[in-house]
């Protein structure tokens, strides 16, 4: 197997980097246990310098900070105890999930997903922590957990697909990823630079720190510098679609709302009005009861509501009731009253 680019900066396993050894990943995850992203770091860190002030500092501003980024949290602390079962495993997992082009070329798509949580070493790794750390947690908070993990996932998937059609290296690590969330967080700094105070310069210093990343990384020589522009574009793409892309309302009397409308909406519509063309309209989409046939939206001209179905058939008008019924319900009531 050849030498294994790195997804970043940082140390290969394989080329004087430091590697921990058992000891070292064993110690304090043992009778104590590791219980979430900065006591794993404490167990693979050499004693010296886990227990250095600095880095106690650090791994204390790690813990609180868990609490206000979850997910991002969760994305470092897998990426952490993965590279903990790398050394556990004496490089069995990095064999089995990084981007081998043979590999997925035979069929094993799953490595265009696996080298996301996969590190070189520990200096690759904590480069990918501190910069997720220092991006996720803001586009964590304004895209939502949900977008900002698609986003996530999504560029690292296309930094991987970057790298397997223009790269012929094998490669790990997080920076596709993660240069996908720095794209994701220039396409929403770009979108509402009106209404951000500094917005437009906030766009410019991002947007420059992207490239100049890209400059650092073609000047390194053990670096996948593909993964990095696949993600990248991967992540600007997927902002573009998924959001968020908030637009000024004037709602109910007068006063001023924000609503979230990424172009994805637009796609969906455009979907169900070529599914279900009498449901066309400008109130779309048409939400139907599950069990059920109909479904309420708004006229052609946006005021009042008409019934239309799935189908193309128009709906039936109620039957009318018989008359020989009428008569008899009116006898009756005739005869209760007790009138003639």
């Known amino acids: 197997m050849g030498d294994v680019y790195l997804g970043g900066c940082g140390c290969d396993p394989r080329g004087g980097g430091w590697v921990p050894s058992m000891n070292n990943a064993s110690r304090g995850a043992g009778a104590s246990g590791v219980t979430g992203a900065p006591e794993a770091v404490a167990a693979v860190l050499p004693e010296e310098v886990a227990e250095h002030p600095a880095v106690q500092r650090a791994l204390g501003g790690w813990r609180r900070w868990e609490a206000g980024a979850p997910l991002t949290a969760a994305l470092v602390t897998v990426n952490v105890l993965a590279f903990v079962a790398q050394v556990l495993t004496h490089g069995?997992?990095?064999?089995?999930?990084?981007?081998?082009?043979?590999?997925?070329?035979?069929?094993?798509?799953?490595?265009?997903?696996?080298?996301?949580?996969?590190?070189?070493?520990?200096?690759?790794?904590?480069?990918?922590?501190?910069?997720?750390?220092?991006?996720?947690?803001?586009?964590?908070?304004?895209?939502?957990?949900?977008?900002?993990?698609?986003?996530?996932?999504?560029?690292?998937?296309?930094?991987?697909?970057?790298?397997?059609?223009?790269?012929?290296?094998?490669?790990?690590?997080?920076?596709?990823?993660?240069?996908?969330?720095?794209?994701?967080?220039?396409?929403?700094?770009?979108?509402?630079?009106?209404?951000?105070?500094?917005?437009?310069?906030?766009?410019?210093?991002?947007?420059?720190?992207?490239?100049?990343?890209?400059?650092?990384g073609s000047a390194g020589g053990r670096v996948d510098n593909w993964g990095h522009v696949g993600g990248l574009i991967g992540g600007i793409a997927t902002a573009y679609l998924l959001g968020p892309s908030f637009e000024p309302q004037t709602g109910f009397l007068g006063r001023a709302s924000m609503v979230d409308n990424p172009p994805i909406n637009e796609i969906m519509s455009a979907v169900r009005e070529a599914r279900w063309p009498q449901l066309r309209g400008p109130h779309l989409p048409v939400r139907f009861e599950r069990g059920s046939t109909w479904g309420v939206r708004r006229s052609e001209d946006g005021r009042g509501s008409e019934i239309a179905r799935k189908g193309n058939a128009p709906a039936p008008a109620a039957p009318p009731r018989p008359v020989k019924a009428v008569s008899k319900a009116m006898k009756r009531r005739k005869e209760m009253l007790g009138e003639d």
């Open 92 to 216: 069995g997992l990095m064999a089995f999930g990084m981007k081998s082009n043979e590999a997925i070329a035979a069929g094993q798509l799953y490595r265009l997903v696996t080298p996301i949580f996969l590190h070189g070493g520990v200096g690759h790794l904590l480069v990918n922590s501190y910069a997720l750390w220092q991006v996720g947690p803001l586009v964590e908070r304004v895209s939502g957990r949900d977008r900002y993990l698609a986003l996530y996932l999504a560029s690292g998937v296309a930094g991987n697909v970057a790298s397997f059609a223009l790269s012929a290296n094998p490669s790990v690590g997080a920076s596709g990823a993660i240069f996908g969330v720095l794209g994701g967080l220039t396409v929403f700094l770009y979108r509402h630079q009106d209404m951000l105070p500094k917005g437009d310069t906030m766009f410019s210093t991002v947007w420059q720190l992207a490239a100049l990343n890209l400059l650092m």
